[in-house]
T-cell receptor, first 115, second 116 residues
C-alpha cells in the first residue's frame, strides 16, 4: 500500500474515446502531480497542483485535462488521444510542493494504450 | 534548464557483489538530488535525497550516494546487492532555489539486474 492509489491500473482506448484517470492519496498531502513515463524516455512532469491550485503545466497538449477537486483527489481527463500518448501515467503527492523537504510519494500508475 | 544523465542503461551484477549506478547532472543553479527505485509494475519509491549538509547520504535498503559538486555527480552505491534489488533506478534533480520542489527532472533510468 503506497498511500497513493491510481485507477484503473490498465486502460485501452480508441483515439475518439473520452476517459479519465483517477488518483487518490491518503497521506494528508496538499500537493499532487501527474507524470508521464514513456518507453525509453525520462519521466516527464505534466501538471502540479498545490492546495488545489494548478501551479505547473509543462506545455501539455489540451487533449489532457487535469482536475483537482480537493487535496486528496486528482483526475486526468483524456480525449482524442494519439497512439504516441500510450505510456504509464504516474500520480504523486507531497506535503507541499513549496517545501524542499517534502519527497514525492508515487502511485503504481495507469498503463494507457491508445489504439 | 536542468538535465540528468544516467551513464548506464543496464547494469548486471552477481548477488553479494558491490554496485555503483552513475548519475551526472547539469544545472545553472543549485540543486537538490534524489534517487528513486521502481520495481516491476509499481510506482517510484524514494531511496535517498541530498538537500544540504554531508555529501554522503544514506538511504533505505543499504544504499548510499555521494554528492560531488565539482564533478556534478551523484552516484548511487551498495556494497553487497541482493536479488531483491533488481529494479530500475532513477536519478532526479530539482531546483534548490525554486518554489516548486516537486518539479523533478529525471534521468533515463538504469536497470539493475542481480543474478544469483
Amino acid at each position: 500500500e503506497t498511500g497513493v492509489t491510481q485507477t484503473p491500473r490498465h486502460l485501452v482506448m480508441g483515439m475518439t474515446n473520452k476517459k479519465s484517470l483517477k488518483c487518490e492519496q491518503h497521506l494528508g498531502h496538499n500537493a499532487m502531480y501527474w507524470y508521464k513515463q514513456s518507453a525509453k524516455k525520462p519521466l516527464e512532469l505534466m501538471f502540479v497542483y498545490n492546495f488545489k491550485e494548478q501551479t505547473e503545466n509543462n506545455s501539455v497538449p489540451s487533449r489532457f485535462s487535469p482536475e483537482c477537486p480537493n487535496s486528496s483527489h486528482l483526475f486526468l481527463h483524456l480525449h482524442t488521444l494519439q497512439p504516441e500518448d500510450s505510456a504509464l501515467y504516474l500520480c504523486a503527492s507531497s506535503q507541499d510542493s513549496g517545501q524542499m523537504n517534502s519527497p514525492l510519494h508515487f502511485g503504481n500508475g495507469t498503463r494507457l494504450t491508445v489504439t | 534548464a536542468q538535465s540528468v544523465t544516467q551513464l548506464d542503461s543496464q547494469v548486471p551484477v552477481f548477488e553479494e557483489a558491490p554496485v555503483e549506478l552513475r548519475c551526472n547532472y547539469s544545472s545553472s543553479v543549485s540543486v537538490y538530488l534524489f534517487w528513486y527505485v521502481q520495481y516491476p509494475n509499481q510506482g517510484l519509491q524514494l531511496l535517498l535525497k541530498y538537500l544540504s549538509g554531508s555529501t554522503l547520504v544514506k538511504g533505505i535498503n543499504g544504499f548510499e550516494a555521494e554528492f560531488n559538486k565539482s564533478q556534478t555527480s551523484f552516484h548511487l552505491r551498495k556494497p553487497s546487492v541482493h536479488i531483491s534489488d533488481t529494479a530500475e533506478y532513477f536519478c532526479a534533480v530539482s531546483n534548490a532555489g525554486g518554489t516548486s520542489y516537486g518539479k523533478l527532472t529525471f534521468g533515463q533510468g538504469t536497470i539493475l539486474t542481480v543474478h544469483p
